[in-house]
């Protein structure tokens, strides 16, 4: 090995190993998903479009933007359902009520079709080819 490979793969290296202490620092932990190919391939699409002219997201960006527009979505609902007072049922706070004590009676916030504060999908997926270039 020449000295400017060699010189190359010690910057490499001395970027690498303060790259990870900037995440120790952060207490990043890496978290694996499983994806089928054609969920790669959309989060990849989703990436690339949701950047504009810029780079494409990296697949971790584009996650932990996904999580932090949920957590404010999320408390955002979380307000409105305080609003609509205490379960009709058990007479506690929303969301934790009864903590599924009387789950299963229609009166009960926890009632398994109360759907206030889960995550929906749209059946069948949505066909954004039109918008995406290359498909």
Same mark, same amino acid.
């Given at each position: ?11 490499? @290296? ?32 989703? /990436? ?10 990296? @697949? ?26 205490? /379960?009709? @049922? /058990? ?16 009166? /009960? ?13 749209? @059946? ?12």
């Amino acid at each position: 090995m020449n000295k400017t490979k060699a010189s190359d793969a010690a910057k490499a @290296r001395a970027r690498k190993q303060a790259q990870r202490e900037r995440e120790k620092a952060l207490d990043i932990a890496e978290v694996r998903l499983k994806l089928s190919a054609s969920e790669r391939a959309d989060l990849d699409d989703l /990436c690339r479009v949701r950047a504009g002219d810029e780079e494409p997201y990296t @697949r971790d960006e584009y996650v932990r933007m996904l999580i932090q527009i949920d957590k404010r979505k999320l408390a955002a609902e979380l307000v409105e359902l305080e609003k609509s007072g205490p /379960c009709t @049922r /058990c007479g506690e706070s929303l969301p934790g009520g009864c903590k599924g004590l009387f789950k299963g009676e229609p009166v /009960c916030w926890h009632w398994p079709s109360n759907p206030r504060l889960r995550l929906v999908v749209q @059946r069948p997926p949505l066909d954004l080819s039109k918008w995406i270039s290359g498909k």
